[in-house]
């Protein structure tokens, strides 16, 4: 496993194992931190292609002037050690300079998807996720991308960035990986004291019984958000910034379920800590042949 900083080698290296070698390549942003979710991702990818590249980079526009970007957990030795366990070929680990050298002005954004959700609760977010997702497929030129349900939103508006600016990679999405108290698991899950752990595993119960709910009938969004926000409400360190049902696919806010798969998103705080879930509800609606139910 090489260890790459310098974008241009990344670029050439690439370069060479498409062209030369024409070999597939797999590739998997994170920001490090590495835990299980991460190294499903890095599983998808070594099935899937013939080459690895991982990228580990806390890319600072993403984040908001009051959010972690200084604090956020890193840890380049141990996620290195990881990523050569799980047989990564490459791990591209750049320096902020590297992404954005001096006078950098340029900026990616997908409208529409990006004003709701995660979006909305955090002005810019996007704009740093599809700007630096840009860069590196650009960079890369992957024929496969990884990205977790966990964020699913971003996987929504990454798909549309790959599609509206006819890059040459295929999204594959990798479904979310949980503890087994059904805490998904999260980079910021550290920022957890043992208290608040406990806690955070409301999420995914809100998450289950909306889930439940549904598969007993329940159709209406605000039936459904209503089950959920109950479970949260009765936890005493759990501070709801938003929980909402949208079209899983053009995210949508829902008013009735209408036979398409829906998002049941959260965002909760515990603590101080900001942790995001979610779950799609009915995915099964579809008979043995494929159609709708
Ligand atoms: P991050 O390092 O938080 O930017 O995450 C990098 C990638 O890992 C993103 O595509 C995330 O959606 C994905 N990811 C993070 N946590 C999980 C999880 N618990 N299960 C599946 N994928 C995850």
């Given at each position: 496993m090489e260890i790459i900083n310098r974008r241009k080698r990344m670029m050439s290296i690439a370069r060479k194992l498409r062209r030369d070698e024409r070999r597939t390549i797999g590739f998997v942003p994170t920001m490090g931190a590495l835990h299980q979710g991460h190294l499903s991702l890095i599983h998808e990818a070594r099935a899937l292609c013939d080459v690895v590249v991982a990228s580990i980079f806390v890319n600072p526009t993403q984040f908001g002037p009051a959010e972690d970007f200084d604090g956020y957990?890193?840890?380049?030795?141990?996620?290195?050690?990881?990523?050569?366990?799980?047989?990564?070929?490459?791990?591209?680990?750049?320096?902020?300079?590297?992404?954005?050298?001096?006078?950098?002005?340029?900026?990616?954004?997908?409208?529409?998807?990006?004003?709701?959700?995660?979006?909305?609760?955090?002005?810019?977010?996007?704009?740093?996720?599809?700007?630096v997702v840009t860069i590196l497929l650009n960079a890369i030129r992957p024929d496969f991308a990884f990205f977790g349900q966990k964020d699913a939103q971003?996987?929504?508006?990454?798909?549309?960035?790959?599609?509206?600016?006819?890059?040459?990679?295929?999204?594959?999405?990798?479904?979310?990986?949980?503890?087994?108290?059904?805490?998904?698991?999260?980079?910021?899950?550290?920022?957890?004291?043992?208290?608040?752990?406990?806690?955070?595993?409301?999420?995914?119960?809100?998450?289950?019984?909306?889930?439940?709910?549904?598969?007993?009938?329940?159709?209406?969004?605000?039936?459904?958000?209503?089950?959920?926000?109950?479970?949260?409400?009765?936890?005493?360190?759990a501070r709801i910034d938003y929980v909402e049902l949208n079209d899983a696919e053009t995210l949508q806010p829902l008013e009735r379920m209408n036979g398409r798969p829906a998002l049941l998103s959260l965002a909760v705080f515990i603590g101080n800590t900001r942790l995001i879930d979610n779950l799609v509800l009915g995915k099964a609606e579809r008979n043995a042949a494929g159609a709708n139910a």
């Amino acid at each position: 496993m090489e260890i790459i900083n310098r974008r241009k080698r990344m670029m050439s290296i690439a370069r060479k194992l498409r062209r030369d070698e024409r070999r597939t390549i797999g590739f998997v942003p994170t920001m490090g931190a590495l835990h299980q979710g991460h190294l499903s991702l890095i599983h998808e990818a070594r099935a899937l292609c013939d080459v690895v590249v991982a990228s580990i980079f806390v890319n600072p526009t993403q984040f908001g002037p009051a959010e972690d970007f200084d604090g956020y957990p890193r840890d380049l030795t141990r996620d290195s050690a990881l990523l050569a366990e799980y047989n990564v070929d490459y791990v591209f680990a750049p320096t902020i300079e590297e992404i954005y050298p001096p006078g950098f002005s340029t900026y990616v954004t997908v409208e529409g998807l990006t004003d709701k959700l995660e979006g909305a609760a955090r002005p810019g977010h996007f704009r740093g996720v599809t700007t630096v997702v840009t860069i590196l497929l650009n960079a890369i030129r992957p024929d496969f991308a990884f990205f977790g349900q966990k964020d699913a939103q971003q996987a929504i508006v990454i798909k549309h960035l790959v599609r509206d600016l006819a890059l040459n990679s295929e999204i594959v999405t990798v479904p979310i990986v949980r503890e087994e108290s059904g805490l998904a698991m999260s980079s910021r899950n550290v920022y957890l004291t043992r208290e608040e752990r406990i806690a955070a595993t409301a999420l995914n119960r809100a998450l289950l019984k909306a889930g439940a709910a549904f598969a007993e009938g329940e159709r209406s969004a605000g039936r459904l958000i209503e089950i959920a926000r109950l479970t949260l409400e009765s936890e005493p360190l759990a501070r709801i910034d938003y929980v909402e049902l949208n079209d899983a696919e053009t995210l949508q806010p829902l008013e009735r379920m209408n036979g398409r798969p829906a998002l049941l998103s959260l965002a909760v705080f515990i603590g101080n800590t900001r942790l995001i879930d979610n779950l799609v509800l009915g995915k099964a609606e579809r008979n043995a042949a494929g159609a709708n139910a």
